[in-house]
């Protein structure tokens, strides 16, 4: 992101919670850039909550410091670290007009009445709710609720905004047009996000990076391009999309021979001989075919079709393997692209360099 | 046959029938009998209310009543408002535990706690001995027999209501909004006086008026407590009614009642809390609705002022009020073992002798078994008529349903003075004053209205399609109800069952007037016993609080069993035993 000398907006040293004996959190180290919108995906229990709680100040922490700039935070209240935060539930005011409930911390800093009234609707028009000033957060929809709980964290200009699972409540139609409202909202403020979630899919469109959460360690931190393409981790690969993992060792030739079977494979990159390793490679990365010739620089493995599932733009394939393995593929419905039926023998047919080798620990 | 039945609402009629014929017949129309005495006795006449006018001691009485009733509610408020709240926001373990502080004492009858302010409050009590042996005082200070004395044990009476109302709309407010308010940059004082402290003042305005309207019927407590100028209005019904003056005594209850309708009705209208007597949650509250909230100069100091000793100066509150509810409760047990012939603090030594007074005395012992002989058919009474009925409200159209329930619940509402002259009035015309039976009648008009309660909470959680899925079984109506809803609705009938139980064993009013000595109650001998005040009385407070103890505890652990196996209950009261489940959710 922004230059290297710069601080950065948010960092975490070896941040870790602590419930009793339970490790809600381990160690984290964390730097987050000016400007950034970080993603924090996990499943529900990784410690990506209990992160956001212990940067907003709502818990504290066993171990570690927080610094907003160069600022430690640990030891300063949760009211007075100037993090926004937008609550999955929302948490507006349920006795407040719209106006006051983005007013709400304008108040509380004693800004003058006519700041106050520049400011709200203003930020009301960035979130497109001007006409909605004088009503009772009951009478809106989700979506607008959920956008006045966005202008109400951003109206006093935090430098950093943290975003708990904020669409986690909306239907999925709302839900895409909200991640899009977010991108431009970022975009036009430049405020550092924080957007936890466990759904790869937000995180793959909306972050500048992601942190991959689980079990309360920070297990790879990267692009979502690098993320998904080259995920390093057998947890990120399974949880960032879907994906084929292949047990195998590595032959002095430098290919990888999969276990349970006779056929070898290549990957973009190399490993030590004799090692256990994975071999992952994205469904859709696989091409079927029912011809025998082998290209160069291609790998090939025979299997069975054991499932056909049509998911509309797509067709997604189960293959049993030779080696007994089951193998998933998808392939964009096009008319040129030939459906195949259960039962059929088939071979699963990828280029080296879409796959990635994993150690195994 | 039945299945024709089924389709009609005849059969839910008739369930209802037994439960809202019995009112009619022994509460709504002697409530109405007695009242119209007031125009009609013996012919048309407005001299009673002449007389309410003229003689300057009534018109007294009446301001004395509301003063009084007022000066406890508000009381009552500002410090059951600090121990809710310390209730409602502390760890849910230690709010459970804490909570039992307030239930208790809100299950043990009146007339225990207030001996028990005699025995604290008097000249020889226990803080008047303290304070003289620390040297603090020279002579005992006059803590009772006035109206200091009435408006403790007043508050000690009706702050349970105020703490468990209030809890429970406390717990609807979301755990969000605190952390949210706070990241907004409100002070942790602030964000509870900008965001809960709005949030729970509907709570606040219907609670305050509740207790008023529950002060203004209080006869035993002005009774024990007060002074000759502490004389509230139950109590001139009380007197009028013993001299057989109906037309009077007619007169007074209507104005009582009046008042308390009128008070029902204002909660109602700016409130919306009736539920709230139902045990409901505090959600169908009217929300406050703050157009512009600015922010000045003496709010900023009350905030830098007060944050400090935020959220301590509450829990400090809240900690004393629960030692205020749970002292007199616990103060007896060591009285009751007391080695000394009369009443005095610190007991010189220990012994058993009023235990053995109360279980060789045939007076106390012919009490008790009549208490418990009233407390079993009032039971079997008021389950036989409120299971049906609460079956029946649950399956007629709502319309129709929430009358026959509203008209259930109605002697709840009522001043239990105005209940206790028509029960005498009409056992007097059916010749069953003085009974076992007429006093378990009695006692049925407030014990089914509870065990209605607590029924219909239970049948609103229970899921219809249990009974269809019996019925698409090969299951017809009444063998479904037989063998599907009764047993799935067996919890909340012990529970219920329970509290009939309890209501009518702690039961004063009415007994005081229709029992006589052959029905003669225990707690009507505990009354009668004020002249002559020897520990005995604190041996049989013990074992009545132990009893509701033990009645408590029970309905509870059933709960918690029950609550695994089938439907909730939502007893009057008893919701404050469970915090809510969203405190997980911070």
Redesign the interface.
Known sequence: MSGSNAPPALRLDRVTKRYGSVVAVDALMLEIQQGEFFTLLGPSGSGKSTTLLLVAGFEQLSEGEIYLGDRPLSRVAAHKREIGVVFQSYALFPHLTVFENVAFALRNLRWKESEIRVQVREMLALVKLKHCEERLPTELSGGQQQRVALARSLAFRPSVLLLDEPIGALDRKLREHMLVEFKRIHRSLSTTMIYVTHDQEEALVMSDRIGVMNEGRLVRVGSPRELYEDPRDPFVAEFLGETNLLPGAVQPSGRVLLDGGSEEVTAAEQASPGAKVHVVVRPEKIALSIGAEVLDGWNRVRGRIEEVIYVGEATKYRVRTQAGSLMRVKQLNRQTSPTHEVGREVALCWHASDSRILSVK | MPTRLRGTPLAPLLAAAPAVIFLTVIFGLPVLRVLALSLFDPGFTLEHYQRLIDVPIYRAVMLNTVEIAAVVALICVLLAYPTAYMLATIRPRLAQILVLAVMVPFFTSALVRNYAWIFLLGSHGVVNSTLLSLGLISEPLPLIFNRAGVLIGMTNVLMPYTILVLLSVMRGI?H??M??????????F??FR??YL??SLPGVGASFLLVFVLGLAFFITPAMLGGPRDVMIANIIGNVTTALNWGFAAALATVLLVVSLFVIALTQILFGGIGLLAGESGTGLR?????????GAVL?LLDRLLDPLWPLGFHVIGGASLLFLVIPVVIMVPLSFSSAAFFVFPPPGWSLQWYVKYLTGAPWLDATWHSLEIGVLTTILALAAAVPASIAISRLPSRIGMTIYLWILAPLIMPSIIIAVAVFYVLGQLNLNYTVLGVALGHMILAMPMATVVLTAALRNFDRNVERAATSLGAGPLRTIWRVTLPTLATAMFTAGLFAFLQSFDELLIALFVSGINAGTLPKKMWESLQELDPTIAAVSTLLVTFSIAILGASFLLQRVGKRRTARTGELGAFALEPGAAEEV?
């Open positions: 979301r969000d909004l952390p949210a308010a706070q990241s907004l940059m409100a002070r942790p602030t964000a900008r965001v709005p949030l929300a406050v609705r703050v157009r512009r909230s600015r922010e900023s911070r």
